[in-house]
Every structure is written in C-alpha cells, then in structure tokens.
C-alpha cells in the first residue's frame, strides 16, 4: 500500500511561478493590467479565438453569457444534467428553466438525438459540455441549433488542449474555459471567455466591469477618461494581474502538461484492458486531441458486487484520492424538489451518475503512481 497520499489531482506550480506573482505583487499593479492582457493574447493565439477575455471564473462567463443573450423568466436552456451545477444555478437564478438533455452512455455528451426532444418555442440557448477532455459533436450539435434559431454555447471548461475537425475547441462560436485548480491549468480561480463574434465579445468586456466598457488598466494605459459612464449595469468578474501571470506561465507549460497526461491515460487504458469490471469512457471519433482533463471509469456495480461510493472508500482507505464528476445536476436535492424529476428520467446521465469515479490524473504524477492505483484497484475488487 502507499505510504503517502495521492490526490486526484494537484496544480504544477514552479518556484518561477511563485516568484512571477511575487513581481506582480512587488510591481504595484497587482489587478487587471499587462498580465491581463498579456494572457488574453497568448490565450486567443493558442485556441485560434478571435477574442479572449479573462475573468474571475468560468462560472462569471456563464453568468455574462446568459445576460447577454438576455436570458430570463420564460426562457428554457437546453444543457446536460451531467455537469458541474454551475451553469444550472446560473440559468435558475436568471429566472429562466433548465431543461436537461439526456447523454450518450458512453461518451457523457449530449447528441443531436438526445437534445432534439428538448426544444420548444421557448428555447433560447443550447449549452453542451466537452466532457474530461474529449470534444463534443458541435457540428453536428450546431448544425440542429442553427437549424432552430437557437443560439449555441460551448462549456469547454474541460477542453483546453482538445481538438476536433475544426481545430482547437472555441476557435469559432462562443465557448467559456476554467481555471480552477483542477483543470488543465490554473491560475487559482479564472475563467477565459471566447468568442469570434465581436459584438459580443464588446458587451462581455462592458459587462464584466460594471458596464464601463473599459476596466482600470485601459483608462490608465488608453488616456480614457477616469469618469467612463456606465453604458448598461455591469458585474465585477475581471481577472487580477496576481492570477493572469500564473495562467500565461501555465498556458506555455499546457502541451508538457497534456502529453503527460496522454502518457498517464494511455498506461490506466492498457491494465483497464483486462478489468471487466471498470469501463473507461468512449473516445468520440471527432475528437482528434485529447486534453485528458480526467481519467473516469464506470464501475459495473453488479460484476464488482460493491457500489461505487464503496470503491471511493476503498480507495481512500488506500491512500488513493479520487472524485465524482459528476452527481446528476437533477437529483440534487434543490432540484429534485423544485424540478420534481423523477428517478428514470434520464436513464444514461442516472446510470452514469451512480457509476462513475475519476482516478488520479494530473502532470505531476508519475507512471508509479498509476501503477499503485491499479494495485489498490485489484485489491479491492478482489475482495
Ligand atoms: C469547472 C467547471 C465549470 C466552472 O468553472 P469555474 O471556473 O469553477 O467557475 C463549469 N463547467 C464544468 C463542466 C466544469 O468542470
């Protein structure tokens, strides 16, 4: 057994990194300023996005996004109820209805089958999610939106570093990425809105700061007026120049990261090969880069004769980390109360969501800590 404990994940931050937001700090400018800028140019270029804009979270993107679009009451919002509860919160606090799409048992993505019962005359977003890494159909997702009148957003918060037939994911449309310590880099918290439609891209930096349409640094570098009016109320979501220059120096560590990550995965499919009781997820044939954001499995709770809940246990109890992404967004409490869904409602996202665990998988890991995972596996399967 290990003797010290492996968490599913960890950021990779070097002394550089930490000295770099010690500049920042010493510099005198430690909010929204030249790393700002700096990483939303190096951001843009890397995924091929016409624009960039940084922000506290992805979650703050959403929020933007939805008020952009001018969501609200009377509104529906087709989106999976396999994902993180952000978006959900962020549709029901606009005072518009999710409307949950069912996924493909395999892959934990929406497809044009599964959203195309949701539509009605009220719809006015569609918002799929790349899930751990692999890319979702978005032609043909977009193709069915297109074909609605109902504009698409990406929830790429898992795919930086994925690519499918149209290059980098967010290179065109409108997609949002994170930056929370357990994506595929960090800058603490941050969020990275991308879009190749201008107008949006000048209402999203207008409401990200209070609807000014510039932010601090602008006013000082660009000689605009201190006295900016307000042009629409606006939120406070921009990125601080502390975390900007933590997320430019990951972004150029990102390939290291990902071909490691590639390594790692690639050595859990090959023992996973033989393990009847684990299934990996499908890798969607559109999908041409992995980002490997997570390594899942689904634990064939009838083969293993535990549930998944006692695997997670047994695990931790070996000193192995591991997390649950995700809990299906409908049968949380708030939801299932509010939204009344019964069990059976969306019998992949549910059958996945009683099944699925995320094995430890980040940069840093070495290919002797999988092999420690596979060994606690086996023993408890053994069992
Ligand atoms: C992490 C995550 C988000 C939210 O990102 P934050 O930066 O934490 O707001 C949104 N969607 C998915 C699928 C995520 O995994």
Known sequence: ??????????????????????????????????????????????????????????????????????????????????????????????????????????????????????????????????????????????????????????????????????????ATGTSIFSFHPIKNITTGEGGMFCTDDDEMAERIGRLKFHGLGVDAYDRQTQGRSPQAQVLEPGYKYNMTDMAAVLGLRQLHRLNQFNRKRNQLAARYLEWLANMDELLPLAIPENTTQHAWHLFMVRLDTDRAGISRDEFMEGLKARNIGTGLHFRAVHLQKYYRESMGMEKGALPHTEWNSDRICSLPLFPDMTFEDVDSVVEAVKEILSH
């Open 1 to 170: 057994m290990r003797k010290n404990f492996l968490p599913f994940s960890r950021p990779s931050i070097t002394e550089e990194d930490i000295s770099a937001v010690g500049e920042v700090l010493r510099s005198g400018w430690i909010t929204t300023g030249p790393n700002a800028a700096a990483f939303e140019r190096d951001f843009s270029e890397y995924v091929g996005c016409p624009h960039a804009v940084a922000l506290g979270s992805a979650s703050a993107g959403m929020h933007l996004i939805l008020k952009a679009l001018n969501i609200g009451p009377g509104d529906e919002v087709i989106t999976p109820s396999m994902t993180w509860v952000s978006t959900v919160n962020l549709i029901v606090l606009a005072g518009a209805v999710p409307v949950f799409a069912d996924i493909h048992r395999d892959t934990l993505m929406v497809t044009p089958e599964t959203i195309a019962p949701c539509f009605s005359p009220r719809t006015r977003a569609v918002i799929p999610v790349h899930f751990a890494g692999a890319s979702a159909d978005i032609t043909a997702l977009k193709g069915l939106a297109d074909q609605k009148g109902v504009p698409l957003v990406e929830d790429a918060a898992h795919a930086l570093g994925t690519h499918h037939g149209g290059g980098h994911v967010g």
